[in-house]
T-cell receptor, first 113, second 111 residues
Framework: DVKVTQSSRYLVKRTGEKVFLECVQD?????MFWYRQDPGLGLRLIYF???????EKGDIPEGYSVSREKKERFSLILESASTNQTSMYLC????????????FGQGTRLTVV | GENVEQHPSTLSVQEGDSAVIKCTYS??????FPWYKQELGKGPQLIID?????GEKKDQRIAVTLNKTAKHFSLHITETQPEDSAVYFC??????????FGAGTTVTVRA
């Protein structure tokens, strides 16, 4: 079974803190994604990576950065957390070809106070 | 960019009845339409998908239909069971990596 593992289920951080969300996949997938899930807005793509050290901005990249130093690991970084970044964050991975199934992690519920 | 609208936002059905969720998309170049199910406390999981060269696809109690002319696609769940209670997301893609998701439908199956 494909496994996408996010390092934390719940996080509480203070405004202004630097926050790291980690994601690891075990299927040798080329593509990795970070989404943000908010009620009534569905899933919105923050960043996408198609290879090690490669990244592309998604629809809502402002306030976020990413790092992919190894194929299996994709990190989302909030440089200076703000309350409007309180949300559910979902990591996903897929094979390179278009239309490939995306496999999601269980999500990280981040609260910024 | 692609805009996907999903209706209804909530759906309550009696166990054994059918449930239908509808989505429309804006970009006629979209050609891949997956449906994801998210159970409480879990990440979304693919349950069925359809590509633009097919009008309908079935998998046991789940079916998806696609109308390319009208740019809409629907998920049909027959003989609903309590384990069908979840949030369902439709999505559309132009065959590249990018999936545009609908806002989600919370389905509740009443016993």
């Amino acid at each position: 079974d494909v496994k996408v593992t996010q390092s934390s289920r719940y996080l509480v951080k203070r405004t202004g803190e630097k926050v790291f969300l980690e994601c690891v996949q075990d299927m040798d997938h080329e593509n990795m994604f970070w989404y943000r899930q908010d009620p009534g807005l569905g899933l919105r793509l923050i960043y996408f990576s198609y290879d090690v050290k490669m990244k592309e901005k998604g629809d809502i990249p402002e306030g976020y950065s990413v790092s992919r130093e190894k194929k299996e690991r994709f990190s989302l970084i909030l440089e200076s957390a703000s309350t409007n970044q309180t949300s559910m964050y979902l990591c996903a991975s897929s094979y390179k070809q278009g239309g490939a199934e995306a496999f999601f992690g269980q999500g990280t519920r981040l609260t910024v106070v | 960019g692609e805009n996907v609208e999903q209706h209804p936002s909530t759906l309550s059905v009696q166990e054994g009845d059918s449930a239908v969720i509808k989505c429309t998309y804006s970009d006629s170049a979209s050609n891949y339409f997956p449906w994801y199910k998210q159970e409480l406390g879990k990440g979304p999981q693919l349950i069925i998908d359809i590509r633009s060269n097919v009008g309908e696809k079935k998998d046991q109690r789940i079916a998806v239909t696609l109308n390319k002319t009208a740019k809409h696609f629907s998920l049909h769940i027959t003989e609903t069971q309590p384990e069908d209670s979840a949030v369902y997301f439709c999505a559309a893609s132009k065959g590249d990596y990018k999936l545009s998701f609908g806002a989600g439908t919370t389905v509740t199956v009443r016993a």
